[in-house]
């Protein structure tokens, strides 16, 4: 069902689980907190900046921490609850974890990648862990965008060449199992946009499966030889200058961390009542609305805008947030800002230019119900300590 087709009857089982998943969050809060060990346990951190109901420490609780504070619960609902033990919290675990879209298993061809220099014999793709190569890696995922990749990948290198200094970098498209000739196009733009005995380059890798926008993201990012890394849209929506201003941003941070990990993030926060919201329909602003709403009940309403496709990690920041990412879908987002906070890498927003492009595959009623699904995933998860910040420290 695309925008068009979506009525305001549509709408009532998605505002029914809203309502169902903020009740339960409060329920869930209030309960807990008549426990003594956990209330000791979410002492509140040095410097908290989150507005959650939840502290974010609670979020990354170790599943030791969930036996001991369901063990001291009243014994009328320590008689009612299975998590009394490290097995008890796998099944569950398990079940919850069979909601998640399918995952597909990496074939040997995806670590490869080809360019204008080897269209035809496919080489290895770096590791994130080894030394940076080029001043700026380019992360484009990109899922049946033959119409939209062009003029974004154009207007990228426009951008790139015009730089005095110039800056090395690369830019690395991942097809994430594209039904139409995405990977095909990708390498026609390397070729024809290869400039003789320059260090920059179009890589193009391809995903047999589709993963998902923050599978392709991953993927590439755990691949990658910039000193920096960016990710941005295959729609070209955010005007590309911008990363400038995220650019100098960058500098300051990395000086007043001493080269520490640091992030930045375009925003369109500042467009909430801009002329290029308010065209949009009720139904996608409201919709808007209350997903920030429901950031906000489950850790991330610091950030103003968690979802724009354009952030720029330093090389220790992505080292620390890629590995341990574990959703592969359109929310990912959340899940690196949640990893960034609790691993205390700080992240500044920067405001970008913004405008919609016509020809988003995001189904809003099935985006809606998914954004929820996997919002419940990533705090479960994490609460019963099946997911951890150290997680997959290789890929």
Known sequence: MGLEGVRPDDLLPILAIILVVIVIAVSVNQLFWRSPSFRRWVAPLDDTTSTSLFTIREV?????????????????????TPLTSSASLDRLGDIFNSLLPSRAIPASEEYTYVSASNPEEPKALP??????????????????ETARLKPMIESTLEHLRSLSPHRSFEIIIVDDGSKDDTSGLALKLA???????????IRVVRLRM???????????????????????DADGATRFSD???????????????EGGPCI??????????????????????????????????????YIGDTQCGFKLFNRPAAQQVFPPLHLPTWIFDVELLLLAQFLRIPVLEIPVHWHEVPGSK?????????????????????????WSPRDFQVD
């Open 60 to 80: 990354f609780v170790t599943r030791q921490t969930v036996v001991t504070m369901m063990n001291t619960l009243p014994n009328g609902v320590a008689a009612i």
């Open 127 to 144: 590791s994130l862990g080894d030394s940076p190569s080029v001043e700026l890696s380019i992360i484009v995922p990109a899922f049946d």
């Open 191 to 201: 070729i024809s946009h290869a400039k003789a005995n320059a260090k920059d380059e």
């Open 210 to 232: 589709n993963r998902g926008k923050g599978g392709a993201v991953k993927h590439g990012c755990m691949h990658s030889r910039g000193e920096r890394i960016l990710f941005v």
């Open 243 to 257: 990363l400038e201003a995220l650019w100098k941003k960058m500098d300051e941070l990395e000086e007043k961390e």
């Open 264 to 301: 930045v993030i375009g925003s369109r926060a500042h467009l909430v009542n801009s002329e290029a919201v308010v065209k949009r329909s009720k139904i996608r602003n409201f919709l808007m609305k209350g997903f920030h709403t429901t950031l906000r009940v489950l850790g991330v309403g």
């Open 362 to 386: 995001l189904n809003i009623a099935g985006a809606s119900l998914s954004m929820l699904r996997d919002l419940i995933l990533l705090r479960i998860n994490y609460l019963l300590g099946r």
